[in-house]
């Protein structure tokens, strides 16, 4: 039987983006060099930049999307 967590929780997008965090510092602690921290950098700022590149109503439609795929 399943036990439903009150309150939120995260969703399977979330776990993806906190384990590839984990592990860019992982790999920045093992091989530390400035090109390292470029790539870092370029995958974290990628998204963000994409995201920022939406106009208004685009956003909004993208904000929808993801609620509804969670299920709200």
Excluded: C, H, N
Excluded at 5 to 16: F, Q
Excluded at 41 to 66: C, H, I, N, T, W
Aim: proline share 6%.
């Amino acid at each position: 039987m399943l036990r439903r967590t009150k309150g939120r929780t995260m969703s399977p997008l979330g776990k993806y983006y906190v384990g590839a965090a984990v592990v860019a510092v992982i790999a920045l602690i093992l091989i530390p060099s400035p090109i390292d921290w470029l790539i870092v950098v370029a995958a974290l700022g990628a998204p963000v930049a994409a995201y920022f590149m939406l106009d208004q109503s685009q956003r909004e439609r993208l904000k929808r999307v993801r609620r509804r795929g969670i299920g709200r």
